[in-house]
């Protein structure tokens, strides 16, 4: 393979990268957390700078079928709390059938917090967004882990 060829190989892999994570910051991949009582506490971690800002979630929370209805509360930790921050729309389901499951209950905690109720009745798999801001702007960090309902 050539030079030319490798370099315009690496150059399209980075590219693409670039454009997966949608110039938004970098996603930390965690194991998964198994709610076995609720309320079910989800840490939501963010480290690091503006623009260069981490946000770490479990990638799957698995929703024991025992717990009916389940709370679901996603608690923000940061290294410097005053910067970040949860808002209205902080936490969304990507999947249609997810408003039959998933109800808000709202903001907690100082915006620090976000509550879900998750019936938990179909054994079935969501993917949702978390949005973490920046306090006083509009710049937002993602990440998108799964709820599993009946594990």
Request: glycine share 10%; charged share 20%.
């Given at each position: 393979?050539?030079k030319?060829?490798?370099?315009?190989?690496?150059g399209s892999?980075?590219?693409?990268?670039?454009?997966?994570?949608?110039?938004?910051?970098?996603?930390?991949?965690?194991?998964?957390?198994?709610?076995?009582?609720s309320p079910?506490?989800i840490?939501?971690?963010?480290?690091?700078?503006?623009p260069?800002?981490v946000v770490?979630?479990?990638?799957?929370?698995?929703?024991?079928?025992?717990?009916?209805?389940a709370m679901?509360?996603?608690?923000?930790?940061?290294?410097?709390?005053?910067?970040?921050?949860?808002r209205d729309?902080?936490?969304?389901?990507?999947?249609?059938?997810?408003?039959?499951?998933?109800?808000?209950?709202g903001?907690?905690?100082?915006?620090?917090?976000?509550v879900?109720?998750?019936?938990?009745?179909?054994?079935?798999?969501?993917?949702?967004?978390?949005?973490?801001?920046?306090?006083?702007?509009?710049?937002?960090y993602?990440?998108?882990?799964?709820?599993?309902?009946?594990?």
């Amino acid at each position: 393979m050539t030079k030319r060829a490798l370099a315009v190989m690496v150059g399209s892999a980075v590219v693409l990268f670039g454009c997966a994570t949608g110039g938004h910051g970098q996603r930390d991949h965690m194991s998964t957390l198994g709610c076995h009582v609720s309320p079910c506490n989800i840490e939501v971690a963010v480290s690091g700078t503006p623009p260069h800002v981490v946000v770490k979630v479990p990638d799957t929370v698995e929703v024991q079928a025992n717990v009916r209805p389940a709370m679901l509360r996603w608690h923000l930790t940061s290294t410097d709390p005053s910067k970040y921050e949860f808002r209205d729309d902080s936490i969304q389901f990507t999947e249609v059938a997810s408003g039959e499951q998933f109800s808000k209950v709202g903001l907690q905690g100082g915006n620090k917090e976000m509550v879900y109720k998750d019936a938990n009745t179909d054994g079935e798999q969501y993917r949702y967004l978390v949005k973490v801001y920046v306090r006083g702007t509009q710049d937002w960090y993602p990440s998108d882990p799964f709820i599993w309902n009946g594990r």
